[in-house]
């Protein structure tokens, strides 16, 4: 599963010290958990918090004595949820280990070691939701074999179920057919005894190879015999199934047309799977092929290929050549993919725009071999749409298809994530998942980010969005919130989570940070050149608090562009500063010095916020964007908001909602008295700074 920002592990900590259940959450996040925690002061607190905000775990330190490790143990199994607690100690033994699973606790950690506290969350965690997993799925294949049995019973094809040649479920088209009142006259029949004896020798035999597991042929004819003794003509149609929890084989029987010819039902079948403007097959035949080849590589061990091929710029190739030329568009495309492609290659349209393509029994190298001859077909040669010739290229993701990824969303997952990240570094490019080689594919990817990352850097290929600050008691200043975009090599606009996370990797964020903020400064003279007094606040890293490079760099541009300080708002999420105290101190302290603020971001994730500001004198108090959610439904989320405003106006400073998405919670904000509000309802994010404050 994916551990960020985005995913969201809500904690109940038990810990008599604020300072070593503080220490566990910071440890978590700075391993890319994003903890929601919340600590319990006592048994009643506890109680209260499993029921009204129901946790994913409970991490209890094994010597608490606020709410005893026992006492948590019986008020989780009192709660009947699916809940996971995890016990810290300093120390593991036998005996320990013996004692948390007789108490029926998940896991032991060791307090003083981060990385194995950190380790064994992402472990039960992980656990965690794959039981969610498998509960929703139970619940949705019941509910699909629930709709698949009424649809069955409805329709008017005969349809029955059989299990090594008997009879387990038959709808009433069957019954029908055969003669029978109900389904208990035939359950336990042999399907060999709807057969007329002259055909019973070939059809057992097809019976026979079924059992071993062989595919059945499309329709198998023969002559069906009624209760009554009546023959007729059949078509039998065999599909591989399940029928409650039993594999065993669908067989659809239709009396067998005198007039049927079987040239024309070819035909149409053709017809019924082809895409009409390219001529591939369609998403749903291919799927089916798919589905065949995943299924044969988790039984017979075997390897193939699935490629996702994706046009660059489509939209743009497509405004070139009209509207009105789209099927021929799409058709050129094709004629340019099936170019490069062997006879027994599977192609498709899989999508508006995009390609499939199948391979079987080819090893990397083949796959390889295949992208890259597609890769180059579009790349080196026009692309003939009606009288226009187009120059193109394609992204093309790849998955090597093997016993280790046999899944059909797992396959489609990692080939559409190769194709999105091909087009993110510029397109014309091959990315291939393959399970045998997953360090190689990361490190080749990871090096064409890192590449790009640095060009960024020298080359100015960073920009700005800004979104407006605005005051809920009317302050008419101007304040911009500035957000960090790069550029991609055709225009398109890369969003920070996908570089980012592979710049720390890789020591490039100090790098970044000193852009941004010389951005900034530079913005700010420019306005005051306008005169126009504009607040900007940029975020930076806890990279930039390890040396006073940034410092230096800021006493620069301020005085290079002649801006003044007080205009720049530097912002710091408050876990990291909590993590960097020492370092955090002194930046803040040497920026002061130039009139520079600093801010805290996601302020109030922490289990006690406010003791963090006697040590650490922010200006800004960012909230944290938890609490935006449902925040107009959520009566816990307004009475926090509303101290955190309290507090921070006690304490001189001023607070900031962001992410505001309604008025329902403008209204809130107002009454709470937060002092800025900023998020779409209000006015997203865009390259200029355009809004009109007064």
Not at 518 to 533: M, P, S, Y
Not at 595 to 621: I, P, R, T, Y
Request: charged share 25%.
């Amino acid at each position: 599963m994916q551990f960020g920002k985005d995913a969201a592990l809500r904690l109940l900590i038990v810990d008599d010290s604020v300072e070593a259940a503080e220490a566990i959450v910071s440890g978590l996040r700075n391993g890319g958990i994003a903890a929601r925690p919340s600590r319990p002061e006592n048994e009643a607190q506890f109680d209260e918090l499993l029921g009204s905000q129901p946790p994913d775990m409970v991490v209890a330190a094994r010597d608490a004595r606020s709410v005893p490790l026992a006492t948590v143990m019986r008020l989780v199994d009192a709660s009947g949820k699916d809940l996971p607690v995890l016990v810290v100690q300093d120390t593991i033994d036998d005996a320990s280990v013996l004692e948390a699973a007789q108490m029926g606790v998940r896991a032991i950690a060791l307090r003083g070691r981060i990385e194995h506290v950190q380790s064994v969350v992402r472990a039960e965690w992980a656990d965690l939701e794959a039981r969610r997993s498998q509960r929703k799925l139970a619940a949705q294949v019941r509910e699909t074999e629930r709709r698949c049995d009424s649809l069955i019973e409805s329709s008017r094809d005969p349809i029955a179920y059989v299990h090594e040649g008997m009879h387990i479920r038959a709808n009433s088209a069957y019954l029908e057919i055969f003669g029978y009142e109900s389904f208990d006259e035939i359950e336990g029949m042999s399907l060999l005894d709807m057969v007329a004896p002259h055909d019973v020798e070939g059809f057992k035999h097809l019976l026979k190879q079924l059992s071993k597991g062989e595919a059945p042929p499309p329709r198998h004819e023969l002559t069906a015999r009624t209760l009554d003794g009546t023959d007729f003509p059949a078509v039998m149609e065999f599909t591989a199934a399940t029928y409650e929890g039993e594999s065993c084989q669908q067989v659809v029987i239709r009396r067998h047309e005198p007039e049927f010819d079987p040239e024309l039902a070819r035909e149409v079948e053709e017809l019924r799977q082809r895409d009409q403007a390219t001529g591939l097959l369609n998403r749903a035949t291919f799927l089916r092929a798919l589905e065949d080849v995943i299924a044969d590589a988790a039984q017979n061990a075997s390897s193939h290929s699935l490629l996702l091929v994706e046009p660059d710029h489509y939209t743009q190739l497509l405004q070139d050549i009209g509207l009105d030329a789209a099927d021929q568009l799409i058709g050129a495309c094709a004629a340019r993919l099936r170019s490069a492609l062997g006879p027994d290659d599977i192609a498709a349209r899989f999508g508006e725009h995009q390609f499939a393509v199948l391979r079987r029994n080819t090893e990397h190298r083949g796959t390889l071999e295949l992208a890259e001859a597609v890769r180059k077909a579009f790349a080196e040669n026009l692309l003939e749409a009606g009288s226009r010739s187009l120059n193109a290229t394609t992204s093309i993701g790849g998955v090597q298809i093997g016993q280790r990824i046999a899944s059909v969303t797992a396959v489609l997952g990692k080939a559409s994530q190769g194709v999105q990240s091909t087009i993110g570094v510029g397109g014309n490019r091959i990315e291939l998942f393959d399970p045998g080689a997953v360090d190689r594919a990361e490190q080749e990817r990871i090096e064409a980010w890192v590449a790009r990352i640095r060009d960024a850097i020298d080359n100015d290929q960073f920009l700005m969005h800004y979104q407006p600050v605005i005051s809920l008691h009317g302050e008419p200043e101007e304040k911009y919130d500035a957000y960090l975009r790069m550029r991609g090599e055709h225009g398109d606009l890369v969003q920070p989570l996908t570089f980012l996370p592979i710049a720390e990797e890789h020591g490039l964020l100090w790098e970044i940070d000193r852009w941004v903020v010389g951005r900034a400064i530079a913005v700010i003279g420019e306005r005051l050149k306008l005169g126009r007094r504009t607040t900007l606040m940029v975020r930076i890293t806890e990279a930039s608090l390890q040396d006073d490079s940034l410092v230096v760099l800021i006493r620069e541009q301020l005085t290079k562009h002649g801006a003044e300080g007080n205009l720049l708002v530097l912002q710091l999420s408050e876990s990291k500063v909590f993590t960097n105290l020492g370092a955090a101190q002194t930046f803040l302290s040497q920026v002061s010095a130039l009139g520079v603020q600093v801010g805290l971001e996601q302020f109030g994730s922490g289990l006690n916020s406010f003791q963090l500001l006697s040590h650490f004198d922010a200006s800004l108090l960012k909230l944290d964007r938890a609490f935006m959610e449902e925040l107009a439904g959520s009566a816990e989320h307004q009475q926090r908001v509303r101290a955190i405003a309290d507090k921070a106006h006690e304490l001189g400073k001023q607070t900031i909602a962001e992410f505001v998405q309604d008025a329902a919670s403008m209204t809130h904000l107002f009454a709470a008295g937060v002092d800025y509000a900023q998020g779409h309802f209000l006015a997203a994010a865009g390259p200029e700074m355009d809004y009109e404050f007064q």
